[in-house]
């Protein structure tokens, strides 16, 4: 079931943390707990490109209601494995939010750095509601606040640094279909 043909013997791709099937299986259940919780709405759905994309279009096609999408794109400057503490918005979303149920989609939320400034920048935008959904959570950043922050979670990971479905280093991986444990210490 698992795809280790795309970048098969690649040595910094340690091992897989979360297979694709285990994934989608979880998409389907957000989707189905989006769907019941904003039942007879019409959410907006927006992605925070470009590690949020592929999570972002997967899920809106699991939720069972008529949903709109957009997308935003950030960056925490560079291509490192680094938060650098400086969040730029590099796109901004097409239509206004006034008014709308809006759910933020994360792809991973570390620091939580990007994700408040997001929410920040979207709260002073006045939509009707404002929840976030993030893939994946690390498992021991401050985990009571990222509780209050992030109230629709894919997957509680370890403290390793991610490749796949999304997620990127220096922008290669994106298209693996699971996420992988990416080994920051080989040089690829
Ligand atoms: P934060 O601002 O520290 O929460 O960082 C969040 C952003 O950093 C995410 O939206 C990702 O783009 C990126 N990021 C954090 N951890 C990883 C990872 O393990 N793999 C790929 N990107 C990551
Ligand atoms: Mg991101």
């Not at 927006?46 to 069972?64: E, P, S, Y």
């Not at 925490?76 to 759910?103: A, N, P």
Request: charged share 25%; glycine share 10%; aromatic share 6%.
């Amino acid at each position: 079931m698992t795809d280790q043909s795309a970048l098969h013997g690649d040595p910094a791709l340690s091992k897989i943390l979360v297979r694709h099937d285990e994934i989608s299986g979880r998409v389907q259940e957000l989707g189905q707990e989006i769907a019941n919780d904003y039942a007879g709405r019409a959410p907006l759905l927006i992605g925070v490109l470009k590690g949020g994309a592929i999570f972002t279009t997967d899920l809106a096609r699991a939720i069972d209601l008529p949903v709109e999408l957009d997308f935003m794109a950030v960056s925490s400057y560079g291509s490192s494995t680094r938060t650098s503490g400086v969040v730029r918005i590099l796109k901004d979303l097409d239509e206004g939010i006034e008014g709308r149920d809006v759910i933020l989609v994360e792809d991973i939320v570390d620091s939580g750095l990007t994700l408040r400034y997001l929410r920040k920048t979207l709260l002073a935008r006045t939509p009707g509601t404002l929840e976030i959904c993030s893939l994946l959570v690390r498992e021991e950043q401050q985990q009571g606040e990222l509780d209050d922050l992030v109230k629709y979670v894919g997957f509680k990971i370890p403290p390793v640094w991610v490749v796949g479905y999304g997620l990127d280093v220096g922008q290669r991986y994106r298209n693996l279909p699971d996420i992988w444990e990416y080994d920051t210490t080989v040089q690829s």
